[in-house]
């Protein structure tokens, strides 16, 4: 069952002189800041348009064909956004190419940290397959110390704190409640059978600023992974460091590597995390890249 933490509000707004393209917009994402930018380039290229609001949760993926006639998305919001749009405009089974501008204005914004900037990029988004559906993702996937911390960073993420502290509040509740082993039964990728944490990315930064994944390049079609051995609480909190600096693929109990595609079956159902949204009782999945590419650039907001 997938539990989806935070606000969903969006504002689609359908330029009428570019038939081509539409704006998403996150208001709250970023506490205001992405309502902001919008605004203020919205009154700077003198738009006209046509707005749709929707306070419902999954509104991009249960209204998706309202998005599957544009070929060109200006997205104004965080990472969460960006999931929401990718993931309405792989229902819509296009086959055109689709660009999307990304106006970076939420609380963590990892994935524009492995792009280059303003340049459009051919990007395969990662695929996240499980019992009961499919999933795309853009930056990472995973169960363990990253999918708890996300989990308790969904707490206060929005609320109380934003970005990296919030992360860092969930990286905090993990070491004192601890993160549940996870058991490998089978895997089409060879990493010891006991983990502490199980990660796939596409991109390189996760959870506000972890250097996660050091080794993935959103230029290449392939799944980079990462796994560990077991972690104790105080060696974790040592450790620590090596989660920003990308020492992270030094360190003796990490294995990692890429792949086109990862099957993988867990002795019991798991939490993951996907692009920080929580989702639970997976216990057999597969990764790997979709089939066709879209094209994507950031622009820092205005």
Same mark, same amino acid.
């Given at each position: ?16 002189n570019?038939s081509e393209?539409?704006?998403v917009?996150n ?9 902001? !930018? ?15 609001v ?7 993926l249960?209204? /998706? ?17 960006l ?12 086959? @055109? ?30 695929? /996240? ?20 911390? !996300?989990?308790?960073a ?6 109380y704190l934003?970005?990296?502290?919030a992360?860092?509040?969930?990286l ?5 409640l ?10 089409s990728? @060879? ?8 990660? /796939? ?15 993935? @390049?959103?230029?290449?079609k ?6 560990a051995r ?11 460091p090596?989660? /920003?600096?990308?020492?992270i693929l030094?360190?003796e109990?990490v ?17 993951f ?30």
């Amino acid at each position: 069952m997938r539990e989806t933490h935070g606000c969903n509000i969006f504002v689609l707004c359908y330029h009428k002189n570019m038939s081509e393209g539409v704006f998403v917009v996150n208001p709250v994402s970023g506490g205001g800041r992405a309502k902001r !930018a919008f605004l203020h380039f919205r009154k700077l290229l003198g738009l006209q348009c046509d707005v749709v609001v929707s306070t419902s949760k999954g509104y991009l993926l249960n209204e /998706f064909s309202k998005l599957c006639s544009y070929r060109k998305f200006y997205v104004f919001g965080g990472d969460g956004t960006l999931n929401e749009v990718i993931n309405a405009i792989y229902q819509c089974r296009v086959r @055109d190419p689709i660009y999307i501008t990304v106006f970076p204005s939420g609380s963590g914004n990892d994935f524009v940290k492995s792009l280059p900037y303003a340049e459009f990029v051919e990007f395969y988004p990662g695929v /996240f397959r499980y019992e009961e559906g499919e999933r795309y993702f853009l930056n990472a996937l995973g169960t363990g110390l990253d999918a708890y911390t !996300a989990y308790y960073a969904s707490d206060v993420k929005g609320k109380y704190l934003r970005g990296i502290p919030a992360y860092a509040y969930g990286l905090i509740k993990t070491m004192i409640l601890g993160a549940s082993t996870t058991s490998v039964v089978d895997a089409s990728i @060879d990493i010891p059978h006991s983990l502490s944490l199980m990660s /796939f990315g596409r991109g390189a930064y996760v959870g506000g600023g972890f250097y996660l994944l050091p080794h993935a @390049d959103v230029k290449k079609k392939s799944i980079a992974w990462l796994v560990a051995r077991y972690i104790s609480p105080f060696e974790l909190l040592h450790q620590i460091p090596i989660l /920003f600096n990308g020492e992270i693929l030094h360190y003796e109990k990490v294995s990692y590597g890429h792949a086109n595609r990862i099957d993988i079956k867990l002795e019991e159902p798991k939490v993951f995390q996907v692009d920080g949204e929580i989702i639970k009782g997976v216990s057999q999945f597969s990764v790997y890249t979709a089939d066709t590419p879209i094209y994507v650039r950031y622009i820092k907001p205005l």
